[in-house]
């Protein structure tokens, strides 16, 4: 075998082991949150570990009117009550829109977040949007949402005990 097929033949190996090591990493309620395999809006890989405490992970997209109000509402209750969650607004758009502009225009403060390959929605085992997870200071999945998340379990995790 010549150098060039040995390495055609390491190449094509390297990316199946790499398909199939992130196809095997899979959001359970009560396991430990899978990374994330995304970037922000500038470019730069970011991590759950980025984040501390309760975080609410939620997958969305522009089109997705539910999602849109269900984003504002996050922010106005990240507003009355700081510091009680970590927001992780993750857009799944890919390279189809322009995330920033859709950002400014509807003046969205949380961390966004770009899905552009859909690994992440891959392994949270996204159906639709919005889709939203919780998940605590250990990195653990406490609970998983499809669909907009409801008043009362908001104000449970927005508002201080």
Known sequence: MN????????CISAVIFNT???KEEKATVGHIAPELAAYDL???PVSLKDWQGTRLLTFWSETCGHC??????????NAAYPNQVQLIAINVDGEKR????VVAKHQLTQSVIKDQMNITAERYQLI???TSFIIDGKGYIQ???EGKIGQ?????LFKPH
């Open 3 to 10: 150098v060039k097929a040995l390495l055609k033949s390491l």
């Open 20 to 22: 199939l090591s992130c």
């Open 42 to 44: 500038q470019g730069n």
């Open 68 to 77: 849109m109000a269900e984003l504002k509402a996050f922010e106005q209750l």
């Open 98 to 101: 322009d995330t920033n502009a």
């Open 128 to 130: 639709g949007t919005p």
């Open 143 to 145: 609970a998983k949402f």
């Open 152 to 156: 009362e379990t908001l104000d449970k």
